[in-house]
């Protein structure tokens, strides 16, 4: 089946860099878009960002535009959310998600917590 696991949240200083990973299985993963969602204490979950199958394809929330990257390894069955730059803004749980067959997958998630 459809599994997804996030790696990679930790706590980090103000102004620090992070690399969150997700490893896929269960699905033709070169064939699907992939997202990275976050949800912050009492705040719903909102996009993060998401690329498309072949990696060409790539957009950003307004809120991590130019400080966040994703990317994506089909031989890996991986993708990947450079962070860098952090704010306090920017603690939230982080969500890996895809869409198979009309049915969104989530992982359960990585804890990303940005203070000094």
């Known amino acids: 089946q459809v599994q997804l696991v996030e790696s990679g949240g930790a706590l980090v200083q103000p102004g620090g860099s992070l690399t969150l990973s997700c490893a896929a299985s269960?699905?033709?993963?070169?064939?699907?878009?992939m997202s990275w969602y976050r949800q912050a204490p009492g705040k719903e979950r909102e996009l993060v960002a998401y690329i498309g199958s072949g990696a060409g394809i790539t957009r950003y929330a307004n809120s991590v535009k130019g400080r966040c990257t994703i990317s994506r390894d089909n031989a890996k069955n991986t993708v990947s959310l450079q962070m860098n730059n952090l704010k306090p803004e920017d603690t939230a749980v982080y969500y890996c998600?895809?869409?198979?067959?009309?049915?969104?997958?989530w992982g359960r998630g990585t804890q990303v917590t940005v203070s000094s």
């Open positions: 269960g699905f033709t993963f070169s064939s699907y878009w």
């Open positions: 998600k895809t869409s198979v067959a009309r049915v969104e997958y």
